[in-house]
């Protein structure tokens, strides 16, 4: 479920960069928005991984996930950090700090968006499937109701989280008009 909402999510986010100036606000605020799930399906992740490794035995039986998914796991999760990192640190001080930020940013997307297009494609299959059947499920399956209600908490706080954006001017979007007027 969570990555079904992340999905949705995200291809927002993706939709705000085509018109990146002029949607520089929704964009800072889907991605406020999108910290808390973010941080929620790696953390759920790093949990499955670590019970694997340790040897559990029900998390052996599902066993690992195809090479290829293992291989790019590493470089979604260091890209989503320096992704979020640097647009935190664009929201937060704008180009105060330089323009490094911003190139940080935009080069750790592309490499985010690359192998995260290879993680989503080795679950298009079984992702809408399993969250539909939590879905449908009313309880019935071990860990949906704390699923549901962890998925639902994250993206509660998230909607918090990016109201603040509604409060607070970002300097970015104020630095951003000022580089595009010296170009």
Known sequence: MTGIALFVLLAAEGITILRIHRLLPAHFFIGLLLIPPVALKMTSTGYRFVRYYMG???YRRAGPPP???????PVVVASTLVVFGTGLELWLFGLRFGSVWLTAHK???VIWFVATAFHVLGH???????????????????????RSSLVGASLLLGIVLALSTLAWQSPFVESAGQLNRTR
Request: net charge neutral; aromatic share 6%.
């Open 56 to 58: 559990d035995p029900d």
């Open 107 to 109: 080069v750790s997307f």
């Open 67 to 73: 090479p290829l998914l293992r291989l790019v796991a």
């Open 124 to 146: 298009l299959a079984r992702a809408p499937r399993l969250a539909l059947a939590d879905l449908q499920s009313h309880g019935a399956f071990p860990g949906t109701i704390t």
